[in-house]
């Protein structure tokens, strides 16, 4: 008997077994773009999440010089995390636009979840592209493959064996990385309470907006997030979600 496309489509709820999130993304805006209604709603439920980025995005905007930028971009993001409940902001600081796949990076991340200890991890889509369709940045392919690999790096001692020196002890208790804008969602969560605010939280990044788009800001951030969460409801009941592809551990 064949399936019907529907059930071979339709996406799982997300684990709810987790108090503790961290999110690793590579640049402010990145967690605006892809999942603060998520973040919203769990944060009202009471879940503890926190934000790690790679950098400041000092390199984003073609009309302000890295060194004024950065810390804009930065203060944007505070505030931009602040609107969804989220009260701890890191940067790792690394240089936006050439951030690099390795040792270091990896050494980074793995710190930082031993630091924060959550269950699960959040990150951006990982692959060369875009649902096949754009090119992905270096930037988000580098933080994205890092953060899937630092989830087992922050449970071994023996691979960064200098944290433990710094007083951060191995943390094996990730049970799942979920990477947001991924091409191949497998779980969702319902964006219908965290919308609204994550429209807001999108709408703090007004500097790196305004020069994106001549288009209203706030309509341009309504559009587009409606939008998506509106595409994603045909596979998940009919609700505006935010999807997620979810790697267990």
């Not at 684990?15 to 961290?22: E, H, I, N």
């Not at 959550?118 to 090119?135: A, F, K, M, Q, S």
């Not at 991924?182 to 609204?196: I, K, M, N």
């Amino acid at each position: 008997m064949s399936v019907p496309e529907t059930e071979k489509t339709a996406l799982k709820p997300m684990p709810d077994d987790w108090s503790r999130a961290l999110a690793v993304v590579a640049h402010p805006d990145d967690l605006e773009y892809g999942c603060a209604a998520a973040i919203a709603g769990w944060t009202d439920a009471g879940r503890e999440v926190t934000y790690v980025l790679a950098t400041r995005g000092e390199a984003g905007i073609d009309t302000l010089e890295p060194e004024k930028c950065g810390p804009l971009r930065e203060q944007e993001q505070r505030a931009s995390a602040a609107v969804v409940g989220v009260d701890t902001v890191e940067f790792l600081g690394h240089q936006d636009g050439v951030i690099e796949y390795g040792t270091a990076l990896r050494r980074d991340i793995a710190a930082a979840i031993r630091r924060h200890r959550p269950e699960l991890v959040i990150t951006l889509n990982h692959r060369d592209t875009w649902g096949g369709v754009y090119w992905n940045t270096p930037d988000h392919v580098a933080v994205g493959r890092a953060t899937l690999d630092a989830a087992s790096d922050a449970g071994n001692r023996w691979i960064f064996p200098e944290l433990v020196e710094q007083g951060l002890e191995p943390w094996n208790g990730v049970k799942w990385v979920a990477v947001a804008g991924s091409a191949q969602p497998t779980h969702a969560v319902d964006a219908t309470p965290g919308l609204e605010r994550s429209v807001r939280s999108l709408l703090e990044h007004r500097t790196y907006i305004e020069v994106l788009t001549s288009e209203d800001p706030e309509t341009y951030c309504r559009t587009f997030l409606t939008g998506n969460a509106q595409a994603v409801a045909e596979r998940f009941g009919g609700k505006p979600a935010v999807a997620f592809e979810v790697f267990s551990r």
